[in-house]
């Protein structure tokens, strides 16, 4: 085989493949200019593969994938140690096909994702495998360098991390919607009442500047502060801010314009009908992949 015929080959696999592979260094790493990284290294390796020795392509693949990015989570954990204020995952706009699939749009859920930011590298990688990709405890074991029963172990601890933090239900995309349509409605109409109505007293709210734009250094808990947070901060802005709807991570979100210009996205955690979660990304390295589509898959 000759090897322009071999490349071509490699070619068209990894392309066949691209869109899982981008979606397993995206749910390791919560970054899609990170994920794309990733994708070159990936790439970069595949076509050094003898393909008649590969029994398994999509495997593969997903083993090369797995370890190029806990080579990157490892950096990037050391990035985040010097990030200033909360480090959010960068939104992604997602097509309507990702919404419909209820397991793949929960797992790049920003509530989802944030929890994952709790694990360590190598628990992040197993649970991602195993719990979102289904995938064989002895591909995990070849692709994070342990044995297979102590990924099986690693898998159980993770999960149990995940499960005690994650939302306790699934929230259908019309119940979100419904609580942001009415968070909105309070938050333009200089409602307050309206606003706690419809915050979870717990509610924590976090902002994502990344030092570039301004935004809460901490998160901040709790109905009340959030509220007087959210209605001081638009009554006294004397640029005008818009809010629009948009769909990112698989969820319904909120996109926010200051004059004109894109500002934000605002993405939310609903559970019984109330917004626990507020999630806003205002660093505009953050912003990149929320007026295109990014296709995403499972499989």
Do not use: C
Request: aromatic share 6%; net charge negative; glycine share 6%.
């Amino acid at each position: 085989m000759s090897d322009a015929h071999a490349v071509d080959r490699a070619t068209e696999t990894f392309v066949a493949h691209r869109n899982l592979l981008f979606t397993v260094a995206y749910e390791m790493l919560g970054s899609a200019a990170d994920a794309e990284d990733v994708l070159q290294e990936t790439w970069l390796r595949w076509v050094e593969v003898d393909l008649e020795q590969v029994r398994d392509q999509r495997a593969y693949l997903v083993r090369i994938t797995t370890r190029q990015a806990l080579n990157r989570l490892r950096t990037m954990s050391r990035r985040k140690e010097s990030y200033v204020g909360p480090w959010l995952p960068e939104p992604l706009l997602t097509a309507p096909d990702v919404a419909q699939d209820v397991e793949l749009a929960e797992s790049v859920s920003m509530a989802v994702m944030l929890v994952l930011e709790t694990l360590s590298p190598t628990e992040r990688a197993v649970f991602v495998l195993r719990e979102v990709f289904d995938v064989g405890y002895d591909e995990i074991a070849a692709a994070v360098d342990k044995t297979p029963a102590a990924v099986r172990q690693i898998a159980h601890r993770a999960r149990r991390h995940v499960d005690a933090r994650r939302p306790r239900e699934v929230v259908s995309q019309s119940q979100t919607r419904a609580a942001l349509d009415s968070f909105l409605r309070a938050l333009e109409g200089g409602d307050l009442q309206g606003l706690l109505d419809v915050l979870a007293p717990e509610v924590v709210y976090m902002g994502d500047g990344g030092g570039v734009k301004h935004a809460a250094l901490r998160p901040i808990v709790g109905a009340d502060k959030v509220a007087r947070l959210l209605a001081g901060g638009l009554g006294r802005s004397r640029i005008p801010v818009t809010f629009g709807p948009t769909v990112v991570n698989g969820s319904p979100a909120l996109v926010i314009h200051m004059d004109g210009e894109l500002d934000g996205i605002m993405a939310a955690r609903v559970e019984a009908g109330r917004i626990t979660g507020l999630y806003v990304v205002r660093n505009p390295e953050k912003l990149s992949r929320v007026e295109s589509e990014t296709p995403l898959a499972l499989r």
